[in-house]
């Protein structure tokens, strides 16, 4: 957060003072024409998006916005993902939160190597992913439906809802909540306030309760949001693993109701931007707060 | 420790490694077949497609949000700042399907625009372009790039010390010798990773193209998809494995490169 350019121009020394003040009035301007051709360019493909949701021939109709709820499949698409992203959250959460503050509190040495496990799915997309997934998935629906593989594999697909899924999702967010995680770790003097709960007889579920989960209670908050949100999204794996959550139905249903489509595509865009403003607002007031 | 390394191992290791071993597999031997038919005929032509693609859009976006970036960084507003942040990593990292539908609502053949155009100035614009074919999905990916690219070159905008403007200028240096000699040689390495991340963002994503194109445009990621959704191929599941084999060989050291460039630059932002 350095926004000291300009700054830094006004105190240069004054001999050269005024060709100064002209190069930053040019700068000003030129900044500005490119935010505002920027602004054009992102703002412009929305409004259009959202008029074409609202137009009708001659008048204005807002049925999009109004009737979504009741259109068939969504309810159940909807309740798909919304299940579908909680799961993630949480095993992504009781996944990591316990692993990463063990390796900041007593095995500082496998860091690199979590590190690097955690950040490979960002390397290996996810059309990649998937082709090794349904192989696998395969290979369990082949084999005899009342052995144990059979109904191990009956569980992960057909449960709901289907466990594979969220079980992969950790995966694809993993980066993410790594990240998130691992940075509130570093920042936090999480190692003394450990210890000194530990020698003051607290048992190490006491620790995570009440030391480890209010300390990195922004980062936790940060991650299981970022989770959310690209699980609400998310495409490639659900529909080539021939399941329905929303991103599915929408393209699915799009040949019945484009403008319903486009509306529900406004919408989504706009529910992640207002939790991520809320996330940006709540990190902010926490960081004011430690210092 | 244990539980995340087994379930790394299960849910990731073990599929990556499905993939490598279906795609050069075949009966009890191992056969470089796969491999070879995804480099020659449509396959090719998708790989041609993609490689396209991916690099145009990577050039131009990393061009272009750089410019924005650095825009984006010298603003004094505050608050503009922090809603056009939160504004670029919605589009970069969750724009997707959505962003394919808005620009069919915009653009498309019964699009807003195109409507407008066509009634008012009796232009059809959709003669410029084709926006179910390459040159759409290069507009459209452009539109999550340059955000992705804005996000991941912040920091290293914002790690140029106002201080060596100040030794240069005091030095008699010009803006441009100032960008040309200092600026640049300490953000190149930061573009340069930015773009190959940007280059495999665009070459593996696969929901904008998909619903765009209904799978029918022949790139790469719609390719593997294909393969896997439709059962009418031969040996559908090999073909799919030495696709994503191709694209793992593509993608991989250039992501790296990205995660190595993004270590060294974090080094000297502290």
Redo the contacts between chains.
Sequence with gaps: MVAVTDSALATAPPSSGRRLRATAGRVRWGRGLVLLVAAIYFIGPLAAAFWFSIDEGNGVTWHAYTSFFHTAGFASAAELSLELAAVTVVLALLLLVPTLVLIHLRYPKVHSAVELLSLLPLVVPPIVLVVGVSKVVGWGTSANPTSFTGQLFNQLLNSTPPLILPLEYVVLTMPFVFRSLDSGLRASNTATLVEAARNLGASWFTVMVRVVMPLLRTSILNAAFLAFALVLGEFTMSSLLQYQPFAVWLLQFGDTDGQLQVALSLISLLLTWVLLMIMTVIAGRDARKAT | ?L???G??AL??L??????LW?AVKSGSGFTGGNLSQTIHGAYLTGLQNSVKVSVIDAVLAAVLGL??AQ??????H?F????V???A???A??????LA???????GN????TTFFSKHFNVDITNHYDLYGVSGVELVYL?FLVPLMVLVITPAL?GLR??W??AA??LGAS?VQYWRHVAMPVLLPSVFGATALLF?SS??A??TA??LTNGTLSLT?LQ??NA??GNVLANA?GI??AL?LD??IL??PL??LY?YMQRRTSKWLQ
């Design positions: 420790m539980p995340f390394f379930y790394s849910f990731f073990l599929p990556t490694g499905v993939v279906t410019i924005l825009a984006i960084v010298t603003s004094r505050g503009l700042r922090r809603t942040a939160s504004a990593a919605v589009l990292n969750f724009g997707g399907l959505p539908f808005l620009f069919v609502a915009a653009i019964a699009g807003v625009l539109y914002e106002p201080q403007q100040e200028r005091n803006r495999c070459f593996s696969y929901a998909q619903a990621s593997i998809g896997l959704d599941d799919a494995a994503a694209m793992i993608v991989v992501t790296v995660l």
